[in-house]
C-alpha cells in the first residue's frame, strides 16, 4: 500500500484516539498530517507531541497557544483546506461534522466517516458531493464497515437486505417499566463497546441503532424495508448481509474499534494488526427482534426516513436536545422518544433539503422547538 496522508478530526475523542493508536503501529502506510479537536487543548497539545503533527486545530475555546494556529469552527475548515491530506476521517461527534465532512469532499479528499450526523442530516446532498468528485466514502461506524466489506463482494442485484447488529445498551436486560427510573450513570455503562457519552446514551435508548438504519440507506443505497435490525448482545457479529438466496454473511469478529478504522483507511487493503484475535472455541452467539415498545427511538428513525426529506435530520436534532437533557437531569431516559416524537410532528418539515444553508437552518430550527417543548413541559 502506498503511504496515506491521514487527517483526523476530532482527534481527543473516542474514534479520534483509537486511529492514532493503530496508525503509530504503521508508519510505512500513513502520515498522520493534522489533528483537530473540540475543546481539550491540553491533550491535543500532548498528542500532537507524540505523533509528531504540526498541523493543528482547536474549534471551541478562545486559545492563544502559538502551536494551534488553527482556531474555530472556520479553523477546521481551513485546516482541511491546507492539510494536504488524502483522506480524512471524520470522528468529530454529533451534527458539528457536517460541514467538515462536506468540505472534506469538495477539497477531493477521500473520506473515512465516524461522524453518523453527515449522513443523517443530509445524506443525498453529501452523496452527491461523493459523485462529483469521484471519492470514497468510506465508514467507520463498526456495522456499515462490516456490511462494506461484505457488500463489496457481490454484484448488487443479488442482494436482499442487510441486518445491522445492536448490542442492546446498557438497559437490554432491564424490564421496561423500569427505564423511567434510570440515571445517566446507569445508561453509560455499555456492556461490550467503549465509546463517547452521546453514543453510549443512543446505545441504550437503540437511538444510535436508528441513526445506522438511516446511514445504511444512504451508504447501500437500499430502502428501509430491506434494513433490519436485530439484538446480539455479543457484539461479536458486527453486521451481516442476506443475498437473494437467503444465504447469510456475516463479519464476525472482536468489537474493537480499531479495526474498522484501519479498515476505511487502508480501503481497498486489508492490513494486518496485533489486536488480539477472536477464538471460537466455547463460543455463543445470540440474536433475537428488537422489542419495539422498549425502544421506541427505533420505530421513529424508520417513520423518520419513510418520509425523508428533513425528518431524519430533524430526528437527529431533537435526540441531541433530549440526549443532552438526559445527561443534565432534566429529562427522564423515556423522555428522549416522547420528545423526539413531538418534534417531528411539530409541523410538516420540508421533505426536501437542497443546500447547506437549508439543512443548517432546518437543524437550528429542529433544536429550537425542541428546547421550547422541553422547556414549557410539554411533556
Ligand atoms: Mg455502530
Redesign the pocket.
Known amino acids: 500500500m502506498s503511504k496515506k496522508r491521514v487527517l483526523i478530526l476530532g482527534s481527543t475523542g473516542s474514534i479520534g484516539i483509537s486511529a492514532l493508536e493503530i496508525l503509530a503501529e504503521k508508519p510505512d502506510c500513513f502520515e498522520i498530517v493534522g489533528l483537530s479537536a473540540h475543546s481539550n487543548e491540553s491533550l491535543l497539545l500532548e498528542q500532537a507531541q507524540k505523533y509528531k503533527v504540526t498541523k493543528l486545530a482547536l474549534s471551541q475555546g478562545n486559545t492563544n497557544h502559538p502551536a494551534i494556529p488553527y482556531k474555530g469552527r472556520e479553523g477546521i475548515l481551513r485546516l482541511i483546506e491546507e492539510s494536504e491530506a488524502d483522506i480524512v476521517l471524520n470522528g468529530i461527534v454529533g451534527s458539528a461534522g457536517f460541514v467538515p465532512s462536506l468540505t472534506a469532499l469538495r477539497m477531493g479528499k477521500h473520506l473515512a466517516l465516524a461522524n453518523k450526523e453527515t449522513l443523517v442530516m443530509a445524506g443525498e446532498l453529501v452523496l452527491k458531493e461523493v459523485k462529483k468528485h469521484g471519492v470514497n466514502l468510506l465508514p467507520v ?4 464497515s462490516a456490511i462494506f466489506q461484505l457488500y463489496t463482494r457481490f454484484a448488487k442485484d443479488s442482494l436482499e437486505g442487510v441486518i445491522l447488529t445492536a448490542s442492546g445498551g446498557a438497559f437490554r436486560d432491564l424490564p421496561k417499566e423500569k427505564l423511567s427510573k434510570v440515571t445517566p450513570a446507569d445508561a453509560l455503562k455499555h456492556p461490550t463497546w467503549s465509546m463517547g457519552k452521546k453514543i453510549t446514551i443512543d446505545s441504550a435508548s437503540l437511538a ?1 441503532k436508528g441513526l ?1 438504519v438511516i446511514e445504511a440507506h444512504h451508504l447501500f443505497e437500499l430502502p428501509p424495508e430491506k434494513i433490519h435490525v436485530v439484538i446480539h448482545p455479543q457484539s461479536y457479529v458486527h453486521s451481516l448481509i442476506q443475498t437473494k438466496d437467503g444465504n447469510l454473511y456475516a463479519q464476525i469478529g472482536v468489537p474493537d474499534m480499531r479495526i474498522p478504522i484501519l479498515n476505511a483507511l487502508s480501503y481497498p487493503d486489508i492490513l494486518p494488526q496485533s489486536l488480539p484475535k477472536l477464538s471460537l472455541s466455547n463460543l455463543s452467539l445470540h440474536f433475537f427482534e428488537p422489542d419495539r415498545e422498549k425502544y421506541p427511538m427505533l420505530g421513529l428513525a424508520y417513520k423518520a426516513l419513510q418520509k425523508g426529506g428533513a425528518y431524519p435530520l430533524v430526528y437527529n436534532a431533537a435526540n441531541e436536545v433530549a440526549v443532552e437533557a438526559f445527561l443534565q437531569g432534566a429529562l427522564p431516559f423515556t423522555g428522549i422518544p416522547i420528545l423526539v416524537e413531538k418534534t417531528l410532528q411539530w409541523k410538516d418539515w420540508p421533505i426536501h433539503l437542497s443546500s447547506v444553508e437549508e439543512v443548517l437552518a432546518t437543524d437550528a430550527y429542529a433544536r429550537a422547538i425542541s428546547r421550547s417543548i422541553l422547556s414549557e413541559r410539554k411533556l
Open positions: 461506524d463498526s456495522e456499515h444510535n445506522e
